[in-house]
């Protein structure tokens, strides 16, 4: 069952749940976190590339002078593009290079983006690691919020990492590996349990006012 409705989406959190007490009880106490989706295509990868490392605010100011300058952005139209072009729009260069990267992929047949949602996780995460530029956070958030797949974990997402600690009870925030391994006793619904943290971590910043990370990947992508 893929996560591409609110319906499926509170399946796949109260499913998680069903696994782990912890979530259970951190579902309980935070609002049910909302669906975020935007198409499995090229745009749909290239706004999550845009928004490495930079703040919402500046994801979508860059994304958006992508899109005035490439009305139709899709494989064909980025890798015809100059690099004076696609740099004007606000790209730097590690992220110019990743665009032509998944350009030439997708253009080539060696990269089928909306087939990867039909892979187990584990496949689809290497068919998009594969690809110059493209990192794990990278690809586990294109597989959660363009495909809708219910079981993967951005687990060097800090955020994640802060709520994790939340929610467990643990005396320090787990690094990427750690909350890896976490996350490994939520399968098959590692992205219902992504839902409910990043929805447990905005709730503690709303609540405090001090958020315990401030992170350029701490919260999921806008995709303004």
């Known amino acids: 069952m893929l996560i591409e409705s609110d319906e499926a989406l509170a399946r796949a959190v109260a499913a998680a749940g ?7 009880r951190a579902a ?12 499995p295509d090229f745009a749909g990868l290239a706004a999550i590339v845009v928004g490495q490392q930079v703040s919402t605010a500046s994801a979508a100011a860059i994304l958006g002078r992508l899109k005035a300058a490439l009305p139709k952005l899709d494989a ?6 100059s690099d004076a072009v696609l740099l004007g729009a606000g790209l730097s260069r ?5 665009i032509r990267a998944v350009a030439e992929a997708v253009r ?8 990867l949602g039909s892979l187990p996780a584990e496949e ?6 594969a690809i110059h530029g493209i990192g794990p956070w990278t690809a586990d958030v294109y597989l ?10 951005p687990a060097g997402d800090l955020a994640l990492q802060e709520a ?6 643990l005396e320090s925030r787990p690094d990427a590996r750690a909350t890896a391994d976490i996350a490994r006793r939520w399968a098959p619904w590692r992205g219902g349990a992504a839902y409910l943290l990043w929805s447990v971590y905005r709730h503690a910043r709303s609540r405090d006012g001090s958020p315990a990370v401030a992170a350029p990947q701490g919260e999921p992508p806008a995709f303004p």
Request: with cysteine; net charge positive; charged share 25%.
């Open 18 to 24: 069903a696994l782990d007490p912890a979530l259970a």
């Open 28 to 39: 309980a106490s935070v609002p049910p976190p909302s669906l975020r989706k935007r198409e």
């Open 76 to 81: 064909d139209a980025a890798g015809a593009a």
């Open 94 to 98: 590690p992220k110019l290079r990743t």
């Open 108 to 115: 080539s047949g060696r990269l089928r983006l909306r087939e």
């Open 124 to 129: 689809a995460h290497r068919a998009l690691t």
């Open 144 to 153: 959660l919020f363009c495909l809708g797949h219910p079981d993967v974990f």
């Open 164 to 169: 994790a600690k939340l929610a467990l009870g």
